[in-house]
């Protein structure tokens, strides 16, 4: 399978926003649920975001719910995490990954296809 790729992360001070985009070949994401993790430094990597292949169910971690929303355009294989009212315990490694199906969305061992990841800096 071809990685993802994630892109879109950057600097932004507190209270500001961010779209990330993860980008996959059609056979990496056709027919699956994606999800976004994050990794800041000395922590596990921890789940952000779920979405299937619908788009008409999602999942969020209770640290980010009601700020940050994911959706996809399936016809440019391509999902997104818009990220609101950021705060600087926001400040991580994100990674995009593909769900293996039947999954549970919370848990990193559920996907299979990671990205590289792309570095947000939230500054107070």
């Known amino acids: 399978q071809v990685q993802p790729v994630e892109s879109g992360g950057g600097l932004v001070q507190a209270g500001g926003s961010l779209r990330l985009s993860c980008t996959a070949s059609g056979r990496t994401f056709s027919s699956n649920g994606m999800g976004w993790f994050r990794q800041a430094p000395g922590k596990e990597r921890e789940f952000v975001a779920g979405?299937?292949?619908?788009?008409?169910?999602?999942y969020y971690a209770n640290s980010v719910k009601g700020r940050f929303t994911i959706s996809r355009d399936n016809a440019k294989n391509t999902v997104y995490l818009q990220m609101n009212s950021l705060k600087p315990e926001d400040t991580a490694v994100y990674y995009c990954?593909?769900?293996?199906?039947?999954?549970?969305?919370?848990?990193?061992?559920?996907?299979?296809?990671w990205g590289q990841g792309t570095q947000v800096t939230v500054s107070s």
């Open positions: 990954a593909r769900a293996r199906t039947n999954s549970d969305y919370y848990l990193s061992s559920s996907y299979d296809t």
């Open positions: 979405i299937r292949w619908s788009g008409a169910t999602t």
